[in-house]
Structure formats: structure tokens, C-alpha cells
């Protein structure tokens, strides 16, 4: 033991508690079992690299805040940080749910202390003299072990703190009790001998380092991450993921950006003892975390040294409204604003002091309470209707309301009811607080739901108090109009192709094989591509190029994004779908390109483009029939993957002819992930964003229930019909001809019911085709575009249909599709 610890001691005993926190004089690495070997305030462990210091620190309010006044941390906590950053910042603390009160901290210490039997422990104690408190302490992890008066306390270099036995036997270590967040070197996982599994907790707020509502772990099944009260897992990453397809990412993305290129590496370790990720530095001088902040994301920061602060290079979920009720109860969140977080209309935040330290589990309440009136006297409340915004969590259903009214007047029969939204003559109630309102996309979204939130007669904004009283209000007109019954509005809304027709008919061709995805320069991809010369089409999204890349000669199509906000949305979808899966049916990413405002993706080249050019404008061989059975059953094996083999499902959400590729022998590869979904296995999940294309949308899309992978099945059941039929379901002249549809699906069904499948086939095909395949292939196409998606069956149901594994029986005549037809005979 360094003799000049006691002195230390000794100079900390006068300093005691005065000094400011994350500040004080160094001392030595090791705290030793024995008389006076202890820590006080104002003490401390450094490192030997002299990066990480241990001791006591009572969290300050960072610098500029707008808080004054008393508003002070809950107190002070033993914490390990970095010594060599001006801003205070702990990577670990020990009694974080249990602070020590200004009074306490006289008197606490932290030592190894033995018990009468020879134990000992590190623990921190606050001791007066007639009896002492524990507040804190770390016992021997194994079991079997025990410590004793040769074991010491080492703050490692790592910023490890760990309890050693001679020779060099580990009893403990902070490294296995993670705090909110990781360093470098710890590894961040599960123990499968023991099934400890390591968790970080978000703090409470910014001066208080207690447990909040977000958590992650890595576990059997993967990363999680997951609020607390109530319970819900927003987002996860299978083991598989991460393996094979997160690392890579993880490591192209680093190097593509400038402030951790060249010495972050990540790594995920998967044996029979463990189970862990973890990453590590390569620059001594840099310093970095990854944590779990107080908002629900995970995100990496890096000190810049120029910039004197923490920089966030990356979070995960990207959307910062992904966590569950982020916003808190009665918060709304809208993922383009900033901040993000509000207060829905005539709320105001609960403690406006814990937003202002980040803390917005407390949410927001009402400006003015609800009417409850005892008797028969009717509430005088009022509704306020919230457009384009996804709808809370936790909706009753209403059964017996059967109009807009009856809804309303139900919502305002029961006190405890805030809210409710009517939708495809469906009444939901919310009778809770309400939790998790997001404000949707304006750029991707056509079908909005309405949320009618109740509010006091006095609160109601004066744009809508007029209309919004008894009457179901005129902005629920145009709600209605999309979610009500049959209508016309409604049925336009499946039936008319979006203007908006993205890069696609991309054709890439396939080679090379497959280790991770690769960071592009700018300027190779310019080169490659010959400065963007060779187009191979364009849409809303940006537009696609020919390429060769130079050092391999492979032959690749480049996607450039245009649009900042769509683009980047773009982006982020297809690299963190495709970037992370592989199939023979599905097109295969090379890599990207992210630089400054630069968003490009590098897919393989396909040579025969897409398959709406071969099925609709062929002036060319038209496809024959066993080439259309093999794309239609590939296409049903990509989709049948990403529904069902990755344990984290993707749902495509845009399954056309345009995003169909074929490869040089013709075989189909699904393509354009722009609008892909991650949802958990539960489904629960509502997606936020209304995606897809008119003519392949499944009608759930406009009722606002959550999504699952059966909206694939009905474009794809869309898609079907148009590879038997060679035209559009829909073709561009009968879309300005709003009442005379000649819709196809319709005489599909129909003609299928007569026994007349011949007439249904592509004429150019000239009576050549396997007519049981046929049948086969059309009976399934009516089972997929079944309204309702329970009827509809799985892609791998589908694929045994048509691979002739499985027979089916006949389908009904969907309502809806009926409805049409019975309209286009007027
Ligand atoms: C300090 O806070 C307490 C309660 O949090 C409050 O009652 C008191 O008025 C505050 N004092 C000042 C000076 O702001
Ligand atoms: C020492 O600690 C171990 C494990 O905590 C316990 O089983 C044992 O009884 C303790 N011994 C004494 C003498 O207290
Ligand atoms: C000393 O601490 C013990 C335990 O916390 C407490 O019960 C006792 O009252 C304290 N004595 C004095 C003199 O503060
Ligand atoms: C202390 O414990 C270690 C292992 O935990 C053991 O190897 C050592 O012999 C013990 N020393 C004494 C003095 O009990
Ligand atoms: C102590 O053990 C650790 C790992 O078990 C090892 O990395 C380290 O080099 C050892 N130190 C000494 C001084 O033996
Ligand atoms: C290491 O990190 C420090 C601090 O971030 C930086 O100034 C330095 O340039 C880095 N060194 C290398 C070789 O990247
Ligand atoms: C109001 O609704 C809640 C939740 O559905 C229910 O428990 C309660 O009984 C209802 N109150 C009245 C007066 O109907």
C-alpha cells in the first residue's frame, strides 16, 4: 500500500465535505481492508492512467440551467467518473436508489469492513460513534467465496472497479453492475451458468441518478428495451441480428463517421458461459459511453475535446418518439419537433421543474377538471379532436355505440372517460390516462386517425369549441368520410395508384458474396457511377443510377436519396432492414453512402429489371407461365423469410410489381425496404406511419389497428392476380373513370366461383399454362385479399398453396370487393 495514502487521508479529513463534486485531489488506485483505510468525502481512488476517480459526489444542476433556487439532488452517491472531463460524469454509482443526505455524509465512509466472523465487505456506512447504517454494499459475487482482510479494492484503469483476493482471484466487480450505462471494456450481457443478467436503468432525472422508466438488456432473446409502469418492450434485436448483421453495421457506421472512425469497435461474444456485447477503444485519450438516457434511447456519446462537451453520434431507435409514453401521460409526441415532447391541448406539465431536468414520467394534467355531474344532468364537457395522430395505448372498445354520437355521448356518460375515436364504425374509449400519443407524419400519411379528447367547456380552443359540441364536429366529417362505412371515399383510397411512384423498377443483378454490408465514400460512388450519368429511374425518394464498382468490377445500382427528412427516414429503414438480413429472394444491399447531407445505397445489379415491366408495358418475350409460377412462388419464399425465419418480424409494407427485381435467370428478388417495419413478435407495436401504395393496401391500414404481416399478404395476393392476368387490377384510365370500375380482382373472384379460370389468364400466354397451377395460384390470390386478416392466411401457408403442399377451398367474395361490384353494375 502507497505510504502516502494516510496522508491523504488525513488532508481529506480537513477538506471534508466542501469540495465540489467531481473534483478533488488524487490519491491512489487501491483501498486496502484495515485501520484507517477508508474514503470520505472529498476522497477518492484514481486510476493509475489517471482517467476514472472513485468517491462520493452530490449531482449538480448542469451549467446554464434554467432552475434556480432549491432545486437540489436527492443527495450524494459513491460513483466512478471521468477524472479527466471538466463536466461531471458518472459511469457507475453504487447506491443509486438510496442517496446520502447532507447530514449523513459527515459521517459516511466507504471501506472494506470485517465482521466479527472474519467476513469482510466494501461497503459504505454511516457511522456516529453509538451505531452505524449500511447504505450500500457489494457482496462476493460467487458464493462460495468470501472476502477477508487480504482482499483490496482496485479502481483498474478501465474504470473497472473490482474487489481482488490474492494472488488475483475477481470477488466483485462494478463492470457486473452497470448503472445507465457502458464503456469500453465491459461487456454487457448474461452470465447462461448463472443466468445473471446484467441491466442498465436510466436515471431519474439529470441530478438524481436514481432508477427511471427505462431499461436494457441483452437475454435470450436478444437486446430489449423496455419501460417499466406499465410494462412494455419497444424494442428489440434477435441474438441472430446481432451476430451476423448489427456488428457489421454497427462497424461500417462508425467508420463512416469522422469522430469515431478508425478506433470504436464493437463486439458480441456468444459462447456456452456467456452471452455479451461489448465495445472497445483503440485511442487512450478519447472518452466515450453508450447509455440509455432518460427519454427511452440508447445512444453513444463521445467527449469532444474542442467542443469542451459530450457529442451524441448515434441513437437507437432513431425516433426519439419510439419509446413507450416518452412523453409521459397526456404528453404528446411529435418525433419533427424539438423538443419533442408536449403537452396535449389545455394540459400543462405536472411538474414543470421535472421536464426541465428531463424527467417526464410525471406527464401533464388538466388545465380545468372534467364535469361529472351526479343525477341526470348531462356533462357539459366538450371534445377536442386531435388529427393525424396515432392513437394511445390501451383503447376500450365500445360495443354499443353504433354511430359518432353514440360514442361521444358515451365517453361523456362515464367521468372516468377522456378520450375517444370513432373508426371504421368502431367506438374506442379511453378510460385511462392516456399514454404514447404521437402526432403522425404529415409527408407519409393518408389515413389519419382522430382522437376526440375530452376537455372542461372552458378549455376547449376557440378554432374548434363551435363545431365540436352534441354534434359529432365537422372536422370528424372528413374522419368519417375515410373510416366509416362503405364508401366511395374509402374505396378511391385502395383503388387509385399513389401519384407518387418511388425509384423504382431498379435493376440490379446479383454477384459477389456476402460479409456485412460496406461505407462508401462520396466520391467513389460519384466515380463509380460516372458522376451520376447512367439512370436507371427516379420517384419521390430520389433516384437510381448505374455503377461499376472499380476495385471489383461489380456492376451495382446506386440510389441516391434527395430530401433530407424522407430521405434520411429512407435510409435508415433500408439499411436497418436489408442491411441486416439475407435471402435468395430478397435484393442485396452492398452498402451506403452517409456523408454530410449525402444519403446513397448500393444494391446489387439486377439485369432484367422489375416485373411490372415484363408483366404491363413488354413490347419484348412476355414472361411464359412456368417463369410467372416461379416468380410468384420466390417472391412468397423473400416474403415467408422476412415474416417468419428473422426473429425480429419485417413486414415489407410495399409489395408491387415495381419492387419485384428479376435476376438474369428470371428469379425474383423483393426490393425497396423504404417502408419496411420492425415489429415485435407480439405484434403490439402500432406502426405510426401509414405506408404503401394504392392497389395493394390492406384495408387495415385505414382502421388504425395495429399492422401486422398480413397487410404483405393482401399486396402480395394483389400481386398474384396481376402476374395470372398480365394487366393492372387497376389500370390508369379506369382510375379517372371513378364509377365504372372494371376491377379485375372482382371478375377474379367471380369467374373463379364459375369454374372459368382460362378466361382469367394473361391472353398473351395463348391457352399455355398448367391450369391446376393456375387455379391453384388464383384460389390463394382470393384467400390473401380477404378484408379481414384473420381469413387471410400466413406467406408460409401461401407458399405450401402454391408450391401444391397444401390444397385450399374456394374463397368467399370479400364485402368490400362486393360492394364494388354491385356498384359498378349500376
Ligand atoms: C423549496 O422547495 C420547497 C418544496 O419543494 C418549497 O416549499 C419552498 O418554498 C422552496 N423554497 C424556495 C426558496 O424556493
Ligand atoms: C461469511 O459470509 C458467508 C457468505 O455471506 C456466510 O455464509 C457466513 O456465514 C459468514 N460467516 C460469518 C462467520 O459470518
Ligand atoms: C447514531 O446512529 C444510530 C443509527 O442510525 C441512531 O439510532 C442514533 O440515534 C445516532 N446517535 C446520535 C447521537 O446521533
Ligand atoms: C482470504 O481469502 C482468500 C480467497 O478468498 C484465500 O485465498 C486466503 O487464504 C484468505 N486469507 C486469509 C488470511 O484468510
Ligand atoms: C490478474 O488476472 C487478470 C484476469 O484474470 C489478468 O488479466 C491480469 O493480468 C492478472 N494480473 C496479474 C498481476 O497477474
Ligand atoms: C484520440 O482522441 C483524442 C481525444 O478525442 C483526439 O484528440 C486524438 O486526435 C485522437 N487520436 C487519434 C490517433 O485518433
Ligand atoms: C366508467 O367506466 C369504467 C371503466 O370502463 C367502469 O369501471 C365504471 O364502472 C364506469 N362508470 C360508470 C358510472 O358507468
Known sequence: MPPHLYTHLALALILLISSPPCASAATTDTLAAGAGQALAAGDKLVSRNGKF???FYKPALPAGSKLVGNV??????????????????????????????????????????????????????????????????????????TMNSTTTAVLLDSGNLVLRAPPNVSLWQSFDHPTDLAIPGMKFGWNKRTGVERRGTSKKNLIDPGPGAYSVQLNSRGIILSRDDPYMEYWTWSSVNLAYKMIPLLNSLLQMNAETRGFLTPYYVNNDEEEYFMYQSSNESSSSFVSVDMSGQLKLSIWSPSAQSWKEVYAQ????????????????CNGNADPFCDCLESFSRRSPQ??????????CVRNTP??????????????HAIARVALPANQQRQDNAATQSDCQEACLRNCSCNAYAYKDSTCFVWHSELLNVKLRDSIESLSEDTLFLRLAAKDMPVSSANSSRGKPAAVAAAAAAAAGVVGFGLLMLFLIRRNKSKCCGVPLHHSQSSSGIAAFRYTDLSHATKNFSEKLGSGGFGSVFKGVLSNSSTPVAVKRLDGLHQGEKQFRAEVSSLGLIQ?????????????????LLVYEHMVNGSLDAHLFHSNGAILDWRTRHQIAMGVARGLSYL?????????????????ILLDASFAPKIADFGMAAFVGRDFSRVLTTFRGTKGYLAPEWLSGVAITPKVDVYSFGMVLLEIVSGRRNLSEAQT???????????????????????????????????LEEAERVCKVACWCIQENEIDRPSMGEVLRVLEGLQDVDMAPMPRLLAAIAQRSHV
Not at 447506491?95 to 465512509?109: G, Q, S, V
Not at 472494506?112 to 462476493?140: E, F, K, R, Y
Not at 379485375?744 to 398448367?770: C, M, S, T, W, Y
Open 643 to 659: 415474416h417468419e425465419s428473422c426473429r425480429e418480424c419485417i413486414i415489407h409494407c410495399d409489395i408491387k410489381p415495381e419492387n
Open 53 to 55: 476517480a472513485l468517491g
Open 72 to 145: 437540489t439532488s436527492p443527495g450524494w452517491y459513491l460513483a466512478v467518473w471521468f477524472n479527466m472531463i471538466p463536466v461531471c460524469t458518472p459511469v457507475w454509482v453504487a447506491n443509486r436508489a438510496r442517496p446520502i443526505t447532507d447530514a449523513e455524509m459527515k459521517l459516511a465512509k466507504l471501506k472494506l469492513s470485517q465482521d466479527g466472523g472474519g467476513n469482510s465487505s466494501l461497503a459504505v456506512v454511516v457511522s456516529n460513534g453509538t451505531g452505524s447504517i449500511v447504505v450500500w454494499s457489494a457482496q462476493a459475487d460467487a458464493a462460495t467465496t
Open 317 to 332: 431507435p432513431p425516433d426519439a418518439c419510439t419509446p413507450f409514453a416518452t412523453c409521459g401521460p397526456f404528453g404528446v
Open 354 to 363: 421535472d421536464w426541465e431536468l428531463k424527467d417526464r414520467s410525471g406527464g
Open 370 to 383: 372534467l364535469d361529472c355531474p351526479s343525477g341526470d344532468r348531462r356533462s357539459t364537457d366538450m371534445f
Open 736 to 770: 379517372s373513370n371513378n364509377y365504372h370500375f372494371d376491377y379485375f380482382p372482382v371478375q377474379a373472384i367471380g369467374k373463379l366461383h364459375e369454374g372459368d379460370v382460362q378466361n382469367l389468364l394473361d391472353p398473351r400466354l395463348h391457352g399455355d399454362f398448367n
Open 583 to 599: 435471402h435468395i429472394n430478397l435484393v442485396k444491399l452492398i452498402g451506403f453512402c452517409y456523408e454530410g447531407d449525402k444519403r
